[in-house]
């Protein structure tokens, strides 16, 4: 019979018909993803080439200026940021991991306040970063009465980043095996004997991976520092937690605001300092992430 | 202990001799610290509602949504928040109409399409395009994105600050999180629906489009509507490149302020503590708390219920 004389291969019967549009298919679906991946390019291409003129040392040992943009420098917002990021670390990882730890290690999810407590801390993710720094002002420096300080800045920012160092903190723990748990407690550990010894370890370069990212969006983060008094001009760098400050991204933005050309240039040249700094944080966390990554 | 005790009942041993209040304090700092993200949502509120109160018992409900024109920091003051929430919808949209088609395609590519190899390359660059700041975006909109629309399409008659930049770029920014959600739903998605397809002669084409972005489709809605909360509650971008005046209108080419534009402005300035522009700070403030909560409860819902389906 004809019909049974021809064999086709499982390839051929499934491209039958359609090969040129599924050609196109794949190549609009390639190129959607390449014109993402190109605009990231031009972004840093262009910045660079704007900013070089200025990427020299005034930039970081001068100080700030709306009048001289050939001498102005950004020095006092790379120490305002060094300032909040370190103490942003100093409270929001040890805080959040311990949440987290909470979720997966004693939280009963059918409680109704366990429930609560997740759906807030999806919520709280999503919550727009301007609305962080209304709860900053309203609440932290003015009912607390802080003011507009570092303390302020760094409370706002930890407040805001809490969310996203919850979440990738989970997402370690519960990779971590759970037989892994029950070995421990089978030879007469407790449960934070067990928590210590063996799932924290285990867990720590993925924490350590969200960590780092957590803190490279808090570097990057401008809006709510618009709300805490930090967009004036601040010409000197913080001398501790109760000073007046200003941090990176708001020098940024205030060259920006500046209509001569040249604060323009000056913005460049910031930008491509922030997002070195970005960047190597990022490849840190990468390469944490492939270098330790334990497939269990 | 004695000896005869334990002999006496010999399963109490097992069992725990002594209460360790050391792990019952433990247990209790750990909650603290979760219970630390209920006290931040109760702060929010809290710095919301008592200026959002006292703000409209001296400006009615109906002059807020009953007019049109919008300068609280103009003299005399208006208070007709329309303009800033069609700014802020026409930005949105702008942003949703970039990554939507582009943040799914990609997802697509990346699921059902990509070698291992190309993933492992192509994931961390989107990580890193999430990573950019905003107020970069918003410095590439004003700078370079502009001038060149203005150049292509000098019809258009942009202003140099306009809501078409500035929404283009948005939308780049939330990209990845159309891209890396979607994407996550997709992989989700059990190989046995993809075989079956195959099984009844569906090309890898018509196996993504009608079998797994189907079966994906309330993790996508869950991505684009969190995107799109992300692109309303956007801040440096819009205020960088798409300005602060508030003018009624529904030109893209036009400047104009959205919701959070205009909280940046007034509160990055002077209003002092008390002033009718400091309370509408928190007025404008409560109104988008209100809008970006619901959309991401919504988000948050329909993923809940994805993950029902496939576990």
């Known amino acids: ?296 | 202990m004695s000896a005869p005790a334990n002999a006496a009942a010999p399963g109490k041993s097992l069992a725990r001799s002594r209460p360790r209040y050391g792990e019952y304090l433990i247990k209790a700092i750990l909650l603290i610290a979760a219970l630390v993200s209920i006290a931040t949502t109760v702060g929010i509120v809290t710095a919301l509602v008592e200026p959002t109160i006292e703000f409209f018992s001296e400006v009615s409900l109906g002059q807020f949504f009953g007019s049109t024109t919008w300068g609280p920091l103009f003299n005399p003051p208006a208070f007709g928040v329309w303009p800033i929430i069609v700014a802020t919808l026409e930005i949105t949209l702008i942003a949703i109409i970039v990554a939507v088609p582009l943040g799914l395609a990609a997802a697509i590519f990346l699921s059902e399409y990509a070698t291992p190899r190309v993933r492992r390359i192509c994931k961390p660059i989107l990580e890193v395009l999430a990573g950019v700041p905003t107020v970069v975006f918003g410095f590439f909109a004003l700078t370079f994105v502009t001038p060149l629309l203005k150049d292509w399409f000098p019809f258009l008659e942009l202003e140099s600050k306009n809501a078409l930049s500035a929404g283009l770029l948005v939308g780049v920014m939330i990209i990845p999180i159309v891209a890396s959600l979607s994407e996550d739903a997709m992989t989700a998605v059990p190989n046995g629906l993809r075989e079956g397809s195959f099984a009844l002669g569906a090309s890898k084409m018509i196996t993504s489009v009608r079998v797994v972005v189907p079966a994906a489709f309330s993790g996508i809605v869950a991505a684009v509507i969190l995107a799109i909360s992300r692109a309303a509650g956007e801040t440096m971008i819009v205020a960088i490149a798409g300005g602060f005046k508030s003018v009624f209108t529904l030109n893209p080419a036009d400047e104009m302020a959205t919701m959070a534009a205009f909280i940046a402005q007034a509160g990055s300035g002077d209003a002092s503590v008390g002033s009718i522009p400091y309370k509408t700070i928190f007025a404008v403030g409560s109104l988008l708390f209100i809008m970006t909560f619901a959309m991401n409860y919504v988000s948050a819902r329909m993923v809940q219920k994805y993950r029902e389906v496939y576990e």
């Open chain 1, 1 to 296: 019979m004809a019909v049974l004389s021809t064999p086709k291969s499982a390839v051929q019967l499934a491209s039958k018909g359609r090969p040129l549009k599924e050609h196109l298919f794949r190549i609009a679906l390639l190129s959607s993803l390449a014109i993402a991946l190109i605009f990231l390019g031009m972004l840093l291409i262009y910045t660079l080439e704007e900013g070089w003129g200025r990427l020299n040392p005034m930039l970081w040992e001068n100080m700030p200026s709306i009048r001289r943009p050939e001498t102005a420098g950004i020095q006092s917002g790379i120490f305002g940021t060094l300032w909040i990021i370190s103490l942003t670390a100093l409270m929001a990882l040890p805080t959040g991991i311990l949440a987290a730890i909470y979720l997966e290690e004693y939280a009963d999810r059918g409680r109704w306040y366990n429930k609560i407590i997740e759906l807030n801390i999806s919520n709280l993710a999503a919550v727009p970063s301007i609305v962080y720094g209304i709860l900053g002002l309203g609440i932290i420096a003015r009912w607390l009465q802080f003011g507009f300080t570092v303390m302020t800045g760094a409370i706002t920012i930890s407040l805001l980043v809490l969310p996203i160092v919850i979440i990738s903190a989970r997402e370690a723990i519960r990779a971590v095996p759970p037989s892994i748990r029950e070995g421990s407690l089978a030879l007469g550990a407790t449960q934070w004997q067990t928590i210590w010894r063996q799932v924290l370890p285990a867990s720590i370069p993925g924490i350590a991976t969200g960590s780092i990212l957590a803190l490279s969006r808090a570097i990057g983060e401008a809006a709510p520092f618009l709300m805490l008094g930090a967009a004036t001009l601040v010409r000197f760098n913080p001398e501790g937690v109760w000073s007046s400050f200003t941090v990176l991204p708001l020098q940024i933005y205030n060259f920006i605001s500046q209509s001569r050309e040249e604060f323009h240039v000056l913005a460049a040249a910031a930008i491509v300092v922030l997002l070195a700094i970005l960047l190597v944080m990022n490849s840190v966390a990468i390469w944490l992430r492939n270098r330790y990554q334990k497939r269990w």
